[in-house]
C-alpha cells in the first residue's frame, strides 16, 4: 500500500471524515425514511460529541500509551549500543526557516528526547525516515540536520529509504548489523511505542523503550474537559490500533512479537 493510498484511507474512515460520510448517508436517506435518518442524525451528533470531548481522548491515548517512559536509573544502567530516533515527518517549505523542509512539532520532541539520552549515555544515534512522497530531504536527513546544527549533537547513521514503522525496522537492523549492534534505545512517541517496539523486535533488535510525548491532562480543567476540542484524541489510538492489525496480517510475528 503506497503512502498516499494509507492517507486517503484514513481520512475517509477515521474521524472526522467518518463523520463526514456518515453526514451524507443521512441527507440521502432523509427524503426516504425521514423518522430513521432523524434517529441517525442524532446517533451522529451524540458520537461525534463524545469523541471531540478531551475526556475521552485522555482516556483512548492512555490505552496506548501502556509502555512507561525511562526512569533516571534505568538510562544510567542501559546495555543499549545506541539511539534510534523515528521520523514523525516534516513542516514543509518552511517560511521562517528560509522555505526548507524542516522537522514537524512531533519530530522536534522526538529528536529533543533523543538529543537529551545521547547527552546522559553517550550512545551514537540513527535517525530513521524516508520520503514517503518523494520529497527532495528524507524525514531522517531533517532530523540529522536539527541535531547536529541546532542542539550540536552528533548523528552516526542515516536510515532514510523507509515509509513507514515497518520499514524502520527492517531497514535500520541492516544498518545497525553491519556495525555489530542489536541492542538499541528507540525513542517515538509514547502512543507509538507499542507497534513500534513489536515491529523492531520482529526485524531482530533488542530495545530499550525510550517512548516521549505523553498525552498528559490539564490539570484544574473542570468543564473544559466536557467540551468539545479535538478528534485526536481518539484518532490517534484508532490509527495505533488499526496499525497493528494491519502488521499483523501482514507479517504475522510483527504484532506478537516480545
Known sequence: MTPLINHVIQRLLFPPGIILLALIVVWWWLPRSPHRARWLLGLIIVIFYGITLPVVGNLSMATVESIPPLTPAQIAATQAQ?????????????????????????????????????????????????????????????????????????????????????????????????????????????????????????????????????????????????LPLSCRGVWVPLHEYVGRLWYQLRCGGCATAS
Do not use: C
Open 82 to 226: 545506541a539511539i534510534v530516533i523515528l521520523g514523525h515527518g516534516r513542516y514543509p517549505a518552511a517560511p521562517e526557516y528560509d522555505g526548507a523542509d524542516t522537522v514537524n512539532t512531533g519530530g522536534l520532541a522526538r529528536i529533543r528526547y533523543g538529543a537529551w539520552l545521547h547527552r546522559r549515555t553517550g550512545l551514537p544515534i540513527l535517525t530513521s525516515g524516508g520520503k514517503p512522497f518523494q520529497e527532495k530531504e528524507s524525514e531522517a536527513q531533517l532530523m540529522k540536520r536539527a541535531l547536529e546544527k541546532e542542539f550540536g549533537v552528533p548523528v552516526r547513521w542515516t536510515e532514510d529509504s523507509s515509509d513507514n514503522t515497518l520499514e524502520n525496522a527492517r531497514n535500520t537492523q541492516k544498518i545497525l548489523a553491519a556495525q555489530g549492534i542489536d541492542h538499541v534505545l528507540l525513542v517515538t512517541h509514547g502512543n507509538h511505542m507499542v507497534r513500534a517496539l513489536q515491529t523492531f523486535h520482529q526485524a531482530g533488535l533488542k530495545i530499550t523503550p525510550a517512548p516521549t510525548l505523553f498525552q498528559t491532562p490539564t490539570p484544574n480543567a473542570g468543564i473544559l474537559d466536557w
